[in-house]
Structure formats: structure tokens, C-alpha cells
């Protein structure tokens, strides 16, 4: 299954009032095509759709080694499918030059921010965004809204964590997904 039925397959599996409304939203935005990031992880059209599914595969790995964090699949799939919804609409091309590996300048099309919709947070831009459209439960949100960690605005999030585990596995699985899943590691093996 390519990667936006899978994601809206499992979008169909969340039952809240407004979720046709936020689907509607993602295919009139540049969701399914734009990437994960300018140049780091994902850095290619269809890059953050397919990190939100990592991160959703990444969150079920860890949830079979920490049975003890408890959570609705409901949750699973909102948390890790719209954690990054902060990234819509935040990338275009430019048309930058480089040389090419037989040293001739070429020219290619790269990534940079232009962010159209300066919310102030990353994570929280994600919740606003999401909340729009959808009731998201408190653990949800927090999730979202803490899922970088201390990356976010330097934020302390440990007491958070503690009351919230469930967070601190999203960042996790966020974390997994970028460094590992689409590391290097992975990509030279
Ligand atoms: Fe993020
Ligand atoms: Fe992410």
C-alpha cells in the first residue's frame, strides 16, 4: 500500500466529529507532498507523510517494550500522524547550483523555510492546528505539544513527562523515526 492509503486508512480508524474537515484539509495543503525537513531528514516531496507513518510504526515498536504505558490506539494514530502538521505549507524550492560529481555546476531545487503562519512553538503550532479540526484529549496535546523535548523553546519538560508518559514516548518514537529509521544507519545497510 503506498504511503498516503496507508495514512488515510488509518485516518478513517479515528472516529471524531471534524476528521473529514482535517482530511479535506491535508489534500488542499501541501501535506502529502511536501518534505520532513530542508535538508536534513526526509529533505524530498512525500518526505512528511512518510516520517509520520515512521513515527507511528516507531511508537508501536516501543509500546510492545513499555506495556506499562497504557494508551488508546485513537491516540496512537492522532498523536503520531499529526505531530508535525506544524510543517504544512512551511517549505518551497529554490533554485540553488552545486557541482556535479563529474565537477560541471548543475543546478537542483532545494528546500527552504518560508513560513507562512509564524505560531511562535513548534509542537504547539501542530496542536492549534490539529485542535482546529479535531477534540484532542489532554494527553493528546500534551504529546503533541511536547514531542521535541527541550528542542522545543528549551521548554523543561521532565515534570511533564512524568505526568504524561505517553509524551515522552511520542518524542521518543519522533526521535527513533528521524535518527534511526531514517538515519544513516539505515541507509547504507
Ligand atoms: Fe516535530
Ligand atoms: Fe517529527
Not at 67 to 74: A, F, G, H, L, W
Not at 101 to 106: F, I, K, L, M, N
Not at 130 to 143: C, G, K, R, S
Amino acid at each position: 500500500m503506498d504511503n498516503k492509503k496507508r495514512f488515510i486508512s488509518l485516518c478513517k480508524t479515528i472516529n471524531r466529529k471534524g476528521m473529514d474537515e482535517l482530511l479535506e484539509w491535508l489534500e488542499n495543503n501541501d501535506f502529502y507532498t511536501c518534505p520532513a525537513s530542508s535538508r536534513f531528514h526526509g529533505a524530498y516531496p512525500g518526505g512528511l507523510l512518510e516520517h509520520s507513518l515512521n513515527v507511528y510504526d516507531e511508537l508501536k515498536r516501543l509500546l510492545s517494550v513499555y506495556p506499562e504505558i497504557k494508551v488508546s490506539e485513537e491516540s496512537v494514530v492522532i498523536a503520531t500522524l499529526f505531530h508535525d502538521l506544524c510543517k504544512v505549507n512551511m517549505y518551497e524550492t529554490e533554485k540553488r547550483n552545486r557541482k556535479n560529481g563529474s565537477g560541471q555546476w548543475e543546478s537542483y531545487d532545494a528546500y527552504v523555510i518560508k513560513e507562512k503562519f509564524c505560531f511562535g512553538g513548534h509542537g504547539s503550532k501542530s496542536v492549534f492546528l490539529t485542535q482546529h479540526f479535531i477534540d484532542l484529549t489532554p494527553e493528546e496535546a500534551v504529546a503533541i505539544n511536547c514531542h521535541m523535548s527541550a528542542f522545543d523553546n528549551n521548554a523543561y519538560v521532565g515534570n511533564t513527562y512524568e505526568q504524561f508518559p505517553f509524551a515522552w514516548l511520542l518524542s521518543v518514537a519522533d526521535q527513533s523515526a528521524t535518527y534511526i529509521k531514517e538515519g544513516e544507519i539505515n541507509q547504507h545497510s
